[in-house]
């Protein structure tokens, strides 16, 4: 393989994103519809700190990480049952963002309860705690990230770790208590594959398994998946690395059963990109299915239904989402490459299934909104319609 591919690999996704993110949004008119304007957003961004009321009609929330830099903030879309949303409201991290793409998946992850919103700033190395009240959200925490460039959170009943993608590369754990303050873990703080040697691989997701025993970690420059056992006390061991299998690996969910599904992009190789399945067997991260192609361009990011059946790919090159079904085994099956389309150039770049399961939320990076797709009980997507007035440079969604 040349130098001149490894180094395309290395650059991913994130130089694809930023190469769309250049150009005027093109979206195509079933899919346009917004609300408010990118600029209200910003500036809601940078001064609110308070909460934002529930429609009386709302049966939950799609949060956005705005990521600006005069000002990170979450922007929140009421639910209502029919998956449409509300205009936004901001509500601050009180830390700043970086506005532009995180390149990672999980930049804002609910707790179990959804009492709980977790939220990076990478611009400021910190992260926040924010309080989910029937009322509205409020700040509550804010701390020091344990690293450089928090990217991809993640949160298991009270244990919150975190990865920093900046300098080496490493994952910083903490605890969440009762009240949503934040205390960081003594001697958590662990590296990534390189082991604090060199730059950081472009570590692009951490989370748990559905036991809380393991963390996994995705890495996008190096190909490989690394994961951590969990003890008593919170502390995560290792990590044991493996080779993806295929390139570019980026972002991944677990079924409840356990079963891991990790995008793979593939460098932005042109209909390259492609979904690989893993399961944990004795301490080691086995295949399951290995690279079954999208036929897109640029699997990103990936959901999974409530009930572990179906997967979904994010292509942010082909403005489309992939769905396969998930067999009993781990196994994948390409259902259909292009289940959804998020519109010409939109380039989808995060998703989030609601906590009901019968919705999928998608934040398209280009034309700055999300999309909603009704989840159907064959796996297959139905458009719902399009919600905006987001900054450039959001990144990061979580729906309840």
């Not at 990217?151 to 080496?168: H, K, T």
């Not at 594959?193 to 393991?214: K, R």
């Not at 190096?222 to 003890?231: A, G, K, Q, T, V």
């Amino acid at each position: 393989m040349s130098v001149q591919y490894l180094l395309s690999a290395k650059t991913l996704c994130r130089s694809l994103l930023a190469a769309l993110l250049l150009a005027l949004p093109l979206i195509q008119p079933h899919v346009a519809q917004a609300y408010g304007t990118s600029d209200k957003i910003m500036a809601a961004s940078a001064q609110s700190t308070g909460t934002m009321q529930m429609g009386e009609d709302a049966v939950g929330a799609v949060y956005v990480l705005t990521n600006q830099l005069n000002g990170n903030g979450v922007a929140i879309f009421n639910r209502s049952d029919d998956g449409s949303l509300s205009e936004p409201t901001v509500v601050a991290t009180g830390g700043q963002g970086i506005a532009t793409g995180l390149g990672s998946q999980g930049a804002i992850a609910l707790s179990q309860d959804g009492a709980w919103l977790l939220a990076v700033n990478a611009g400021s190395n910190e992260i926040s705690s924010l309080e989910v009240m029937t009322d509205g959200l409020e700040l509550v925490d804010k701390v020091d990230s344990g690293g450089v460039r928090p990217v991809s959170i993640a949160i298991y009943d009270d244990l919150v770790y975190v990865l920093n993608a900046g300098a080496s590369g490493t994952i910083s754990g903490f605890r969440l208590g009762d009240d949503g303050t934040l205390e960081a873990i003594e001697g958590s703080t662990r590296h990534v594959s390189n082991l604090g040697l060199g730059d950081a691989p472009l570590p692009a997701q951490v989370s748990f398994d559905p036991t809380g025993s393991m963390l996994v970690i995705t890495e996008r420059g190096s190909n490989m998946i690394d994961s951590y056992e969990i003890d008593d006390d919170g502390l995560a061991w290792g990590p044991s690395s493996i080779a993806s299998a295929g390139m570019t690996p980026y972002g991944f969910a677990f079924t409840p059963d356990g079963t891991l599904v990790v995008s793979e992009a593939f460098g932005g190789a042109k209909n390259g990109s492609a979904v690989s399945s893993y399961s944990m067997i004795t301490e080691t991260l086995v295949v399951d299915s290995a690279s079954v192609s999208t036929t897109q361009t640029a699997a990103c990011w990936i959901a999974v239904s409530m009930d572990g059946q179906y997967a979904y790919a994010a292509n942010a090159g082909s403005s489309s989402i992939s769905s396969y079904s998930v067999g009993e085994d781990g196994t994948l099956t390409l259902l259909d490459g292009a289940a959804g389309m998020t519109g010409d150039g939109s380039a989808p770049v995060d998703m989030s299934m609601s906590s009901d399961g019968m919705y999928l939320y998608v934040l398209s990076a280009k034309s700055q909104n999300v999309i909603a797709f009704a989840v159907q009980e064959d796996g297959s997507l139905e458009l719902v319609d399009a919600f905006g007035g987001l900054p450039k440079g959001a990144g990061g969604i979580a729906a309840y």
